[in-house]
């Protein structure tokens, strides 16, 4: 039988409210601070799905006794939805770790995940794709003065998060003081470097993939629909995320033309191929008034809890159910390592 760890970073909430390693986070500490680590029920929910696909699965949280965890577990492969502690390369660590080892695991390399944790890196390396983003300039921590010109309105993101971290309405400047303002801020609670960015008015849509090579799968576009709410902006922020009954409702197949549905899916699958993605990941664009498509950034490490992220709710509307979308994300995992033969 398949031995499996399972590796991942937990919500502090989530287990006595021990501090998850995370001491060397200063303050002050962003409300959404951990909202990309996961909750208990998650890392159930994946373990059930993949005992029910015959595996064993031994929990491996990654703090920082996870290489002796490892060492000691000698699972056959790991399925990684490790955040990682701290840094600009955080989501790379389990990844780089297990390469070091060379056990295999689900998901992208550290040279992917680092990548696509940078925006505007991300964003950079796709151009020479001519993969269209909105434009934006990065401001970084030491810089005090805002140099230039920018066309506003524009919205401020921390350049390397996840979870519509520091990303809310609020993130929206429209005249050169507010954005002065939000930098500030950001910076202080964020302690790092900031992306602006120009704010595409339109639709906001998210492609989920499964797979590699000749067997990439590209779902069908989910559109995330912002309830009007006499809202100025729509931003698929933290606030709306948590809170989505109220905020969003969502579409899936979107209800858009053939040839725009053909552009997102094509591009979607362009862009984890220019990044080298494996196994799955979750591209999220929006298309604005004019019809340009724009790629906003991808999650090679999308989130996975069930009746919540974005990535299985794209797999139950078209068709497939959590366990199932858990177990091809594995399955594709072992088919590129030649491991398929060995389970069962
Ligand atoms: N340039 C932009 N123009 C308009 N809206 C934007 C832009 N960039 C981001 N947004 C809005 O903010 C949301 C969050 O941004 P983004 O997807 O970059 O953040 P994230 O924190 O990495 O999200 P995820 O939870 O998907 O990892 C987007 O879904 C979108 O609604
Ligand atoms: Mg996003």
């Known amino acids: 039988m398949l031995l499996v760890g399972l590796t991942y970073n937990l919500k502090s909430g989530s287990k006595n409210g021990e501090q998850n390693g995370r001491s060397a986070v200063p303050e002050p500490i962003a409300p959404d601070a951990e909202a990309e680590y996961d909750d208990i029920t998650t890392i159930l929910a994946i373990k059930k799905a993949l005992e029910g696909n015959g595996c064993r699965v031994t929990l491996l949280e990654a703090d920082k006794d996870l290489p002796v965890k490892v060492a000691e577990a000698k699972p056959d492969i790991v399925f990684n939805i490790a955040e990682g502690i701290y840094g600009r390369g955080r989501e790379a660590q389990v990844p780089a770790l297990l390469d070091f080892y060379k056990i295999p695991y689900s998901g992208s390399d550290a040279t ?12 950079r390396l796709l151009s020479t794709y001519g993969i269209k983003a909105p434009k934006g300039r990065v401001i970084t921590r030491e810089q005090d003065e805002l140099a230039g010109r920018f066309h506003y309105p524009v919205i ?15 993130a929206i400047a429209s005249n050169r003081k507010e954005l002065q303002e939000l930098i500030k801020k950001n910076i202080s609670l964020y302690k790092q470097d900031m992306l602006v960015e120009e704010y595409i ?21 989910m559109e995330i629909r912002f309830v009007d ?3 100025r902006y729509n931003i698929y922020s933290y606030n709306v995320k948590q809170n989505y009954k109220e905020y969003i409702r969502y579409d899936c197949p979107a209800d858009i033309s053939r040839a725009a549905e053909a552009e997102m899916t094509d591009t979607a699958k362009k862009i984890y191929e220019a990044l080298s993605c494996r196994d799955f990941a979750r591209i999220d664009f929006r298309l604005s008034p004019e019809g ?17 992220s974005d990535f ?14 858990v177990w091809n994300v594995l399955k594709s995992a072992l088919e590129r390592y030649g491991m398929i033969s060995s389970i069962k």
């Open 156 to 170: 401020v993101k921390p350049s390397a998060e996840g979870s519509s971290k520091g990303i809310s309405d609020a």
């Open 229 to 231: 709410r006499g809202n």
């Open 292 to 308: 340009d498509l724009y790629f906003i950034e991808i999650n090679p490490l999308p989130g996975l809890a069930p009746g919540y």
């Open 312 to 325: 299985p709710m794209i797999a139950e509307f078209n068709g497939m159910d959590y366990d199932t979308l």
């Open 201 to 221: 008015s339109g639709r906001e849509f998210t492609v989920g993939i499964l797979g590699n090579g000749r067997n990439i799968h590209v779902f069908r576009p």
């Open 112 to 123: 992917t995940l680092c990548i696509a944790l940078d925006k505007s890196l991300t964003k």
